[in-house]
């Protein structure tokens, strides 16, 4: 599951290739797509240890770590589409880290307006470092104007 960029050397002539890896994997990565999904579905429904999934891939902790968030980021975070159709807002804190140094908290929001439909269950749809009333505000300040518009409901301890 784990990419390595090979040179070829043809014997009689000389000359060098590459061979075209940009279905497997995406530019300078060391996981192939099909290895972050696996990696991904691991993390999220068997609940894998960063250290199972790299051991699984085959790479170091840091490498199979830097490439999940990447993955993460890019399917979850940057997508436009995320915040479509959510009506009903879920605010609320969670301890994070249990550490003695930095934040422990962050402030969850969720999407549940299935759970109001009776659709489906609450969708993630973002974590900030931190827990008061201004992270939330903070948040909700960076968000589009007409998505605001939309929602209907938020739903706080």
């Known amino acids: 599951l784990a990419i390595k960029h090979r040179r070829y ?15 497997a994997v995406a530019p300078r990565q060391k996981i192939s797509r099909t290895g972050l999904r696996w990696a991904l ?29 990447a993955e993460g980021q890019r399917l979850l975070i940057d997508d436009p589409a995320r915040f479509t159709g959510v009506k009903v807002l879920g605010v609320d804190e969670h301890v994070w880290r249990h550490t003695r140094t930095g934040d422990k908290y962050v402030t969850v929001i969720v999407d549940l307006t299935a759970v109001r439909d009776g659709t489906g269950t609450a969708r993630l749809l973002d974590m900030v470092p931190g827990r008061s009333k201004a992270v939330f505000k903070t948040w909700l300040a960076e968000q589009d104007e007409q998505w605001k518009q939309g929602i209907e409901v938020v739903a706080m301890d």
Do not use: F, K, Y
Request: proline share 0%; hydrophobic share 40%; aromatic share 4%.
């Open 41 to 69: 579905a691991g993390l999220v429904t068997q609940h894998l240890s960063v250290s199972r999934i790299a051991e699984g891939l085959g790479v170091t902790w840091n490498t199979a770590n830097e490439a999940v968030l």
């Open 9 to 23: 050397r043809c014997n009689n002539c000389q000359r060098v290739w590459r061979e075209d890896l940009s279905q």
